[in-house]
Structures are given as C-alpha cells and as structure tokens.
C-alpha cells in the first residue's frame, strides 16, 4: 500500500482529513514517525527543569530526528516564531516552554495542519496535564515522534486563541499583579503572594456575563475549554479540551472572604460543592465590567474588558498521549 506524505507536506488537506491521515499512519508504522522538528524554546521558562530540555533533545536526536531550535528573546516571539517554521514544513512543532509559550505558539499555528508537541517547562504546564504528558525525557520524546495528534477545539476571545481557559476577576488580577523577577525565583510561590495580596485587598466589584444569550452577574468568571486549572487544580469536572463546548465557572459572591473560601474550596477539591458556585455550559460568552480590566488567558494577560468569548472547533493539532479522555 502506498505510503503517505510526512505530515508537513500534506498541504492543501483539512485538519479534519489530517487527522483522518493520521489515523491511517498507525497503520503504516514507517510513516507515523515525525523525525523533522522545529523546537521553539523560551530560555527564561522552568530554570529548574533545564536538564529535562537537554535531555530530551539529545534522546530525539539519538533517535535520529532532525531538530532546529528556536529561542524566543522577547515576549510574542513564539507565535512569530510558530508562523515562520510551518514554511519549513516540519513533521512537528514542539514547544519547550510554559502554558504562556505554548499559547503564543498556538496563536501562530492556529488553522494550519502542522502539529504542535509539548516540552512541559513552565510553572504549572495546565496543557500538559490535559494531554496527559509523560515528564521523564525519554518518555516525551517518544511522545514526540509517536504520540497520536488529533484535533482539538480552541477558545478565542476577541481575537486572541486559547487551550485552557480565559478568566476575569480575582484570577485575572492575581495573573497581571505576579512580578515576573520573584516568579522566576520562586515559581508558584509567586501565584500564592499575589493571591495573598489580592485576599487583602478584597473587591466588590461585578461582572456582566452572558452565555448564549443568557444573563448572569458574577464576582468572578473562568471560561473552562479544559478541566485542569493552575496545575492540577480542578474547576470544571466535565469540560474537554476535544468537546467543542465551555463550561463557564460562575463565582457568584464577591468580597474577601467569600474569594478565600473559593480559594480554599480549589484547593481541597470541594469547589463544586458550593451552593454559589454555578457551572454553566455554552459556545458564545460575552463578559463586561470595568473597562480595562485584564482578562487572563492560560495564565497570561489575554485582554481585557469588555471580552467576546467564541467556541473555534478543531483548529489545531495537538500531540497528546492516545487517550484525552479520563
């Protein structure tokens, strides 16, 4: 039987028909392997985990696979990045950073047929804990060459594509007060300060949200497309990343004490207990407040208020573990 092109190579196909193609691969050992890679790897991400890059490229290159690096210099580098390896035509793009790198690659690769691996590097890899990533180098690289891509449905809110989540409210303000100098230093413990301080701080304020034409008023709001939160934390048991559908957390009381139970509720895994804490599921999300306000996207600042929240389904390929289900 015929073979069929390296994934790079098979323009002019959907994602849909790629990801049909690649379902064809694992029936044709000889064509599944993606051997030419573009590694696009943010220096600053999981100084700690350096040895886990290193050793991982070695294992790929041991393996005999082709592997450019590209490392990002400055912030958004990885999506300009991203846009200029798809015209090399590589098997894969594989991103060695956190959940702020792989957003931005994302954001470049979105809409074409090239997938997108994982060298998890950041703080808290939400994505890679979705996609079920091993963390041993060996293990990654040979979910690199071998790990099944399939399509996967993005979040984008105006105009801006995400994988995990979009937030406003106390999530939002906790992302864009971390000091990135103490976040390297300290990792989550960054997180934790900043949550403290925001804890103190207290807020009253509320948040318009409208979820396919419905009204709602929260003091806090995340768009779930995916059910881990900040590592492994768990917000919304039933929202997947291959389901092209949100399930948008409402924390319906606002000030410093009802933020700290939220918190804590998190924390223990009893969030979902809480008489005002609603999930509600829908594909358009439009949330509106303080204008200005920053709206955080897998962890980064995204935008800001007021947002429009669109369900994009299977707009890319993500190479995860076989299953995405749990």
């Known amino acids: 039987m015929q073979s069929l092109p390296p994934i790079g190579e098979r323009e002019g196909l959907s994602i849909l028909e790629v990801a049909e193609s690649i379902e064809l691969d694992k029936m044709h050992p000889v064509c599944l392997p993606r051997t030419r890679l573009v590694v696009i790897h943010n220096p600053t991400a999981g100084g700690r985990r350096r040895h886990r890059f290193e050793a ?16 990002t210099t400055a912030p958004g580098d990885a999506e300009k990045l991203a846009r200029q390896a798809i015209h090399s035509k590589p098997d894969a793009v594989v991103v060695a950073g956190g ?13 074409s047929t090239c997938p997108l691996a994982v060298i998890p590097m950041g703080t808290a890899n939400v994505l890679a804990s979705e996609l079920s990533l091993p963390l041993s180098p060996r293990m990654i690289a040979r979910n690199i060459v071998q790990g099944l891509a399939r399509p996967v449905c993005l979040g984008r809110a105006n105009g801006r594509y995400f994988t995990i989540m979009v937030g406003s409210g106390f999530d939002a303000h906790v992302v864009a007060g971390v000091n990135l100098k103490i976040k390297r230093l300290i990792g989550k413990g960054a997180y934790v300060l900043e949550t403290l301080k925001q804890l103190l701080r207290g807020s009253l304020v509320r948040y318009q949200v409208t979820v396919d034409g419905i009204p709602y ?10 059910h881990y939160y900040g590592g492994r934390y768990v917000l919304a048991p039933d929202a997947r990343i291959d389901e092209a559908l949100f399930h948008v957390c409402l ?14 509720a998190m924390l ?9 804490y609603r ?16 709206v955080q996207g897998d962890g980064d600042v995204l935008t800001q208020l007021p947002v429009q929240v669109e369900m994009i389904p299977d707009v890319i390929l993500l190479v995860g573990s076989s299953e995405l289900d749990r």
């Open 279 to 294: 999930i509600v599921t829908g594909k358009q999300v439009e949330i509106s407040g303080v204008e200005g306000d920053p």
């Open 56 to 71: 991982t490229l070695k294992v790929l290159r041991n393996e005999g696979c082709t592997v450019e690096v590209m490392p």
């Open 251 to 264: 924390f319906v009381r606002s000030g410093r004490w009802s933020a700290a139970r939220y918190v804590l």
């Open 99 to 111: 959940d702020g790198t792989i957003n931005e690659a994302i954001n470049g690769l979105a809409g």
């Open 268 to 276: 223990t895994g009893t969030i979902t207990r809480l008489h005002d």
């Open 217 to 226: 008023q929260a003091a806090s709001v995340v768009v779930a497309n995916a």
